[in-house]
């Protein structure tokens, strides 16, 4: 069974960093596009970062580009996304989403998605 697991989230002054990992089980994620998405209140999902199976080359969003690093650790089958200099309008439900292929932006292409953890960026 494909399982996806978020952990990390949580409530950070702005310019504060976080670190979300997902766990993944059931399948080997160093050969999947590996992504994160978020939704904030009332909003669609918005893509915010992937890394490509294989050699894991790795694609930001422009909003989080410069503050926001994807990584994977492939023997802990675990993707990372360390997020430094926290803006309030980073607050969102994280997701990290798997799908089998080439990278995507679209949230429809992914198979496997994780249950989420809240990041929430206040003063």
């Known amino acids: 069974e494909v399982q996806l697991v978020e952990s990390g989230g949580g409530m950070v002054q702005p310019g504060g960093s976080l670190r979300l990992s997902c766990a993944a089980s059931?399948?080997?994620?160093?050969?999947?596009?590996m992504s994160w998405f978020r939704q904030a209140p009332g909003k669609g999902p918005e893509w915010v970062s992937s890394?490509?199976?294989?050699?894991?080359?790795?694609y930001y969003a422009d909003s989080v580009k410069g503050r926001f690093t994807i990584s994977r650790d492939n023997a802990k089958n675990t993707v990372y996304l360390q997020m430094n200099s926290l803006k309030p309008e980073d607050t969102a439900v994280y997701y990290c989403?798997?799908?089998?292929?080439?990278?995507?932006?679209?949230?429809?292409?992914?198979?496997?998605w994780g249950q989420g953890t809240q990041v929430t960026v206040s003063s």
């Open positions: 059931g399948f080997t994620l160093s050969s999947y596009d």
């Open positions: 989403a798997a799908k089998f292929g080439l990278t995507s932006t679209g949230s429809s292409d992914f198979q496997s």
């Open positions: 890394i490509a199976p294989g050699i894991g080359t790795t």
